[in-house]
């Protein structure tokens, strides 16, 4: 159960796009469309951003996108503001019928 | 509203155990698998357990053997009961609920392993 690999740190100007990655193998983001991805605040609970790969949940912006190709699964942000700002991680369900985190990823507003 | 409450978070000894609670209101607990997650201090997220509807449980290799996950519908409410704790199992642990669809967590209990 080895940690989906995230970049530790992206950052963007405000209004620009910026990709997270998070890199997997065939046992998890290659094996299955369960990928999700959540936003942490410092001091919060995480937040779902993103659902089975490309799915929003109820109220969140469609500036957050999903994506996967192989085992790299992606979350875009576009038109990016300064509430984006926080860590980032992506989930992954498993072949062990468990789930993986990624190492998460810092994102800052410049 | 969905909320999650837990509870039973504090300073144990490495060796010792504790019995996290999670308090569930605002949806039909029965209804719905939930999962524990754990953040140790200034670090990232890390699955622990999860128990399906019917009953189902699944760990974390970390912790297989040592924590045990279940559930009380009669009280709405879930339970980790962890054994042989280890000074890195220190970390806030999150109640969620439906992990897939991400529509709930706790705001957290924090488990510190220290001699």
């Known amino acids: 159960q080895s940690a989906l690999t995230q970049p530790a740190s992206v950052s963007g100007s405000p209004g620009q796009s910026i990709t997270l990655s998070c890199t997997g193998t065939s046992s998890d983001v290659d094996g299955f469309n369960y990928v999700s991805w959540y936003q942490q605040h410092p001091g919060k609970a995480p937040k779902m951003m993103i659902y089975d790969v490309s799915n929003r949940p109820s109220g969140i912006s469609d500036r957050f996108s999903g994506s996967k190709s192989g085992n790299t699964a992606s979350l875009t942000i576009s038109g990016l503001q300064a509430e984006d700002e926080a860590d980032y991680y992506c989930?992954?369900?498993?072949?062990?019928?468990?789930?993986?985190f990624g190492t998460g990823t810092k994102v800052t507003v410049l | 509203e969905v909320q999650l409450l837990e509870s039973g978070g504090g300073l144990v000894q490495p060796g010792g155990s504790l019995r996290l609670s999670c308090a569930a209101s605002?949806?039909?607990?029965?209804?719905?698998?939930m999962t524990w997650v754990r953040q140790a201090p200034g670090k990232g997220l890390y699955w622990v357990s999860a128990?399906?509807?019917?009953?189902?449980?699944y760990y974390a290799d970390s912790v297989k053997g040592r924590f045990t996950i279940s559930r009380d519908n009669s009280k709405n409410t879930l339970y980790l009961q962890m054994n042989s704790l280890r000074v890195e199992d220190t970390a806030v642990y999150y109640c969620?609920?439906?992990?897939?669809?991400?529509?709930?967590w706790g705001q957290g209990t924090l488990v510190t392993v220290s001699s």
């Open positions: 969620v609920k439906d992990f897939r669809y991400g529509s709930g």
């Open positions: 128990i399906s509807v019917g009953g189902f449980t």
């Open positions: 605002g949806f039909t607990f029965s209804s719905y698998a």
């Open positions: 989930s992954s369900y498993t072949s062990s019928s468990t789930r993986v």
